[in-house]
């Protein structure tokens, strides 16, 4: 299965999801939710979404060093500043949110399927060998941020 590693970028990962969660919705029973409620539940979730992406692509932007998830061996700092001290994962997180945002919006339980899918797929082909790399490149530094801080929260 090293063939799947680091080929899809994450956000083509979560696009996938995310269609995939709409034509669960389209397929399934929804909530009852009122429309004001749903979409209010839905902004929230969209936010903390968004800013953990960003944040995490403004501390490896002020650490001068790869956002390219496809190439982790070009990494040149190891980020431990800013929402890395939360997870070392940020930006999977915030797509996770996103996903759970669009879920939220659905109002459609088994669209929570698109959620795990992502966690799982991106656990698996993205993260894993991202933090193979990584051990690598800075080796027992590495080491003692894995058991600092979460791979998601």
């Known amino acids: ?70 190439k982790p061996e070009a990494a040149s700092t190891l980020v431990r500043a800013g929402v890395y001290r939360y997870s070392r994962n940020p930006m999977y997180v915030g797509f996770a949110l996103l996903l759970l945002a669009w879920a939220c919006y659905l109002a459609a339980p088994w669209a929570l399927l698109g959620v795990v899918a992502f966690v799982l797929y991106i656990t698996r082909f993205q993260i894993i060998p991202e933090e193979r790399a990584l051990a690598q490149i800075f080796g027992d530094e590495f080491q003692r941020y894995m058991g600092q801080v979460r791979r998601w929260l």
């Open 1 to 70: 299965m090293h063939a799947l590693e680091h080929k899809i970028p994450p956000p083509l990962v979560a696009t996938a999801c995310a269609l995939l969660m709409w034509g669960i919705a389209q397929h399934s029973t929804v909530w009852a939710l009122a429309a004001p409620l749903r979409w209010g539940l839905a902004l929230l979730v969209l936010l903390a979404g968004a800013t953990f992406c960003l944040a995490g692509v403004w501390s490896f932007r002020q650490a001068q060093t790869t956002v390219n998830p496809l």
